[in-house]
C-alpha cells in the first residue's frame, strides 16, 4: 500500500528498496531483483554513482553508441553519443559518411560569454539606485577576488556587472545582470558562487547607504542564479558542395536541395513542425552532451529559448541555394564545459571525452553544433524521400525481436526477410508466429 515515510534518505540502499516492495511492488516481485541485477560488481564503481544523487537504488543503463567519420574543420572525430532511440547514431553515421565525401563540416564559436542575474526588487528613486551601484561596482567586484582567483589565473573570470531597470515589465524590479567567461568549464557553480557574493556585498553595503535611509525603500535581493538562455554563447556548424554532387538515387540534386529548402522553410515558418524539426536537431546535440556528462536539461532550455529569438519558435537551422551552391547550417548557444562536475567523475563520460581527443569547451561546442546539423540533415533527407520510417523501423526490428524474445535464428531469419518487405509491428509479429508455428 502507497506510504509515505520520513527519514528516507538516512536508510541504507537494501532498507529502501525493502521499504518500495512493500509499499509500491507488492504486486511486482521481480522488481527487487530487476532493481539489483543493475548494481555494479566493482563496490567502488557502485558507490561513485550511487553518491551522485540522493536515494540512489540502481543504475539505469542507456546504450554508449559512436558515429564514426564526423569529418570537422578537416579533424576526423567518432562522436560518442548515450540515447535510447533506434536510429539516432545510425542516422549519424549516415550523414557523417555523406558530408565526409563532400568536404566535411565547418564550425566556428562566435562567442563564449555566459550570465547570471541578481534579481531584486527597489520601489525608490531609480537615479539614487544608479549612483548607489556606481559606487558599489568596485566593491562587488573585490568581494569575489578570492572566488575568482583561479578562474583568473587561466583568462576567465566576471567581465561585467550592469544594474539593469525592468520596471517597465514588472514593477520595482531591476536586475544586477553579471557576465562570466569560464574557459572549458560549465562553470555553474562559479557563476552561482560570485551572484550570491555580489548580492551579500550588495545588500550589506545598501544597508550603509545613507540616500537609502532617509527613503522606505531598499533595494532587496529576491534571488541570483546563472541564466541558462545563452545568447551570447554560441556555435555554428556548416556545410555546403555543389547541388550536382546531393542526387539521390533516382532523385536529382536540385530536385532535392529544393525540397530540403523548402523543408527548413516550412520549419521557419510553422510552429508545429519547427518544434519537431529542431527535436531532430537535439536528438544529436543531447546524445552527445548526455556522453560527455554535461547538463542536457540546461542546453535544452537555452535553445528552444533561442529557437524564439525572433518572436516566434522556429527551426534552428538554415538552408539556401545560391549560385548552384547548397548551403546548410546551424547556430546554437551551447554552455558546456570538459573540466569539473561529471566530466572529471563518471568513467564513461571520461572515455567519451578520450574519443574526442579531451576537447576544449569551445571543441566540444563545435562538435556538438555538429553532431545537431548532421541529425538534421539525415532526418530531411529521409523525410523528403523515402520518408522517414523506412529507415526508423529497420533499426527498431530489432527491438520489436526483442519484445517477442526471439532467438538468435529467429532474429537472423527475421532480418534477411526485412530487408526487402515492410516493417510494422504485426508484420514482425505474425513473421515470428508463423515461423513459431512450423
Ligand atoms: C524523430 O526522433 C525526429 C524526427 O521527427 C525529426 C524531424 O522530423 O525532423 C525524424
Redesign the pocket.
Same mark, same amino acid.
Given at each position: 500500500m502507497c506510504a509515505k515515510i520520513s527519514g528516507f534518505s538516512k536508510k541504507s540502499k537494501n532498507e529502501k528498496i525493502e521499504w518500495l516492495a512493500t509499499h509500491y511492488l507488492e504486486e511486482h516481485p521481480d522488481a527487487i531483483s530487476i532493481l539489483k541485477q543493475y548494481w555494479n560488481t566493482n563496490e567502488g564503481l557502485q558507490q561513485l554513482h550511487d553518491d551522485f544523487i540522493e536515494n540512489t537504488l540502481t543504475n539505469y543503463y542507456l546504450p554508449f553508441g559512436i558515429a564514426p567519420n564526423f569529418l570537422i574543420n578537416d579533424t576526423l572525430y567518432a562522436i560518442p553519443m548515450v540515447i535510447e532511440?533506434s536510429s539516432v547514431v545510425a542516422a549519424a553515421s549516415n550523414a557523417a559518411k555523406f558530408w565526409l565525401q563532400r568536404g566535411g563540416f565547418n564550425a566556428e564559436v562566435i562567442s563564449t560569454v555566459k550570465n547570471g542575474q541578481i534579481h531584486m526588487n527597489y520601489y525608490g528613486n531609480a537615479d539614487e539606485l544608479q549612483h548607489f551601484f556606481q559606487k558599489v561596482k568596485p566593491q562587488l567586484l573585490d568581494s569575489v577576488l578570492e572566488l575568482q582567483r583561479n578562474m583568473k589565473k587561466r583568462g576567465g573570470g566576471v567581465l561585467d556587472i550592469e544594474l539593469i531597470d525592468s520596471t517597465e515589465a514588472l514593477e520595482g524590479y531591476y536586475q544586477l545582470h553579471c557576465t562570466f567567461e569560464t574557459l572549458d568549464a560549465m562553470g555553474a557553480n562559479f557563476i552561482n558562487s560570485c551572484l550570491e557574493q555580489f548580492a551579500q556585498t550588495f545588500e550589506a553595503e545598501a544597508d550603509r547607504h545613507g540616500a537609502f535611509q532617509e527613503e522606505t525603500s531598499f533595494p532587496k535581493v529576491v534571488m541570483s542564479i546563472l541564466s541558462n538562455y545563452v545568447p551570447e554563447c554560441t556555435v555554428k556548424a556548416s556545410v555546403s558542395c555543389p547541388v550536382s554532387e546531393l542526387g539521390q538515387g533516382d532523385i536529382e540534386g536540385d530536385e532535392f536541395a529544393e525540397d530540403f529548402v523548402r523543408a527548413v522553410q516550412i520549419a521557419k515558418t510553422e510552429t508545429r513542425r519547427a518544434v519537431?524539426?529542431n527535436?531532430?536537431i537535439m $536528438?544529436g546535440i543531447d546524445a552527445v552532451i548526455v556522453a560527455t556528462g554535461n547538463d542536457f536539461r540546461a542546453v535544452e532550455a537555452g535553445v528552444h529559448a533561442y529557437a524564439s529569438r525572433n518572436g516566434h519558435y522556429e527551426s534552428l537551422t538554415t538552408a539556401s541555394v545560391k549560385d548552384g551552391v547548397f548551403n546548410f547550417s546551424i547556430e546554437v548557444p551551447l554552455a558546456l564545459g570538459t573540466v569539473g562536475g561529471l566530466t572529471s567523475l563518471h568513467p564513461m563520460v571520461k572515455v567519451a571525452l578520450q574519443i574526442l581527443q579531451n576537447p576544449s569547451a569551445k571543441e566540444l561546442m563545435k562538435i556538438v553544433a555538429v553532431a545537431g546539423l548532421a541529425q $538534421?540533415f539525415a532526418?530531411?533527407r529521409s523525410?523528403v524521400t523515402t520518408g522517414?520510417q523506412k529507415g526508423h523501423m529497420k533499426m527498431h526490428l530489432m527491438n520489436i525481436l526483442n519484445q517477442m524474445d526471439a532467438s538468435t535464428e529467429e532474429k537472423e531469419k527475421a532480418e534477411k526477410h526485412f530487408q526487402d518487405a515492410v516493417i510494422s509491428h504485426s508484420a514482425v509479429t505474425d513473421f515470428i508466429a508463423n515461423l513459431r508455428a512450423d
Amino acid at each position: 500500500m502507497c506510504a509515505k515515510i520520513s527519514g528516507f534518505s538516512k536508510k541504507s540502499k537494501n532498507e529502501k528498496i525493502e521499504w518500495l516492495a512493500t509499499h509500491y511492488l507488492e504486486e511486482h516481485p521481480d522488481a527487487i531483483s530487476i532493481l539489483k541485477q543493475y548494481w555494479n560488481t566493482n563496490e567502488g564503481l557502485q558507490q561513485l554513482h550511487d553518491d551522485f544523487i540522493e536515494n540512489t537504488l540502481t543504475n539505469y543503463y542507456l546504450p554508449f553508441g559512436i558515429a564514426p567519420n564526423f569529418l570537422i574543420n578537416d579533424t576526423l572525430y567518432a562522436i560518442p553519443m548515450v540515447i535510447e532511440e533506434s536510429s539516432v547514431v545510425a542516422a549519424a553515421s549516415n550523414a557523417a559518411k555523406f558530408w565526409l565525401q563532400r568536404g566535411g563540416f565547418n564550425a566556428e564559436v562566435i562567442s563564449t560569454v555566459k550570465n547570471g542575474q541578481i534579481h531584486m526588487n527597489y520601489y525608490g528613486n531609480a537615479d539614487e539606485l544608479q549612483h548607489f551601484f556606481q559606487k558599489v561596482k568596485p566593491q562587488l567586484l573585490d568581494s569575489v577576488l578570492e572566488l575568482q582567483r583561479n578562474m583568473k589565473k587561466r583568462g576567465g573570470g566576471v567581465l561585467d556587472i550592469e544594474l539593469i531597470d525592468s520596471t517597465e515589465a514588472l514593477e520595482g524590479y531591476y536586475q544586477l545582470h553579471c557576465t562570466f567567461e569560464t574557459l572549458d568549464a560549465m562553470g555553474a557553480n562559479f557563476i552561482n558562487s560570485c551572484l550570491e557574493q555580489f548580492a551579500q556585498t550588495f545588500e550589506a553595503e545598501a544597508d550603509r547607504h545613507g540616500a537609502f535611509q532617509e527613503e522606505t525603500s531598499f533595494p532587496k535581493v529576491v534571488m541570483s542564479i546563472l541564466s541558462n538562455y545563452v545568447p551570447e554563447c554560441t556555435v555554428k556548424a556548416s556545410v555546403s558542395c555543389p547541388v550536382s554532387e546531393l542526387g539521390q538515387g533516382d532523385i536529382e540534386g536540385d530536385e532535392f536541395a529544393e525540397d530540403f529548402v523548402r523543408a527548413v522553410q516550412i520549419a521557419k515558418t510553422e510552429t508545429r513542425r519547427a518544434v519537431t524539426h529542431n527535436k531532430g536537431i537535439m $536528438n544529436g546535440i543531447d546524445a552527445v552532451i548526455v556522453a560527455t556528462g554535461n547538463d542536457f536539461r540546461a542546453v535544452e532550455a537555452g535553445v528552444h529559448a533561442y529557437a524564439s529569438r525572433n518572436g516566434h519558435y522556429e527551426s534552428l537551422t538554415t538552408a539556401s541555394v545560391k549560385d548552384g551552391v547548397f548551403n546548410f547550417s546551424i547556430e546554437v548557444p551551447l554552455a558546456l564545459g570538459t573540466v569539473g562536475g561529471l566530466t572529471s567523475l563518471h568513467p564513461m563520460v571520461k572515455v567519451a571525452l578520450q574519443i574526442l581527443q579531451n576537447p576544449s569547451a569551445k571543441e566540444l561546442m563545435k562538435i556538438v553544433a555538429v553532431a545537431g546539423l548532421a541529425q $538534421n540533415f539525415a532526418a530531411l533527407r529521409s523525410l523528403v524521400t523515402t520518408g522517414i520510417q523506412k529507415g526508423h523501423m529497420k533499426m527498431h526490428l530489432m527491438n520489436i525481436l526483442n519484445q517477442m524474445d526471439a532467438s538468435t535464428e529467429e532474429k537472423e531469419k527475421a532480418e534477411k526477410h526485412f530487408q526487402d518487405a515492410v516493417i510494422s509491428h504485426s508484420a514482425v509479429t505474425d513473421f515470428i508466429a508463423n515461423l513459431r508455428a512450423d
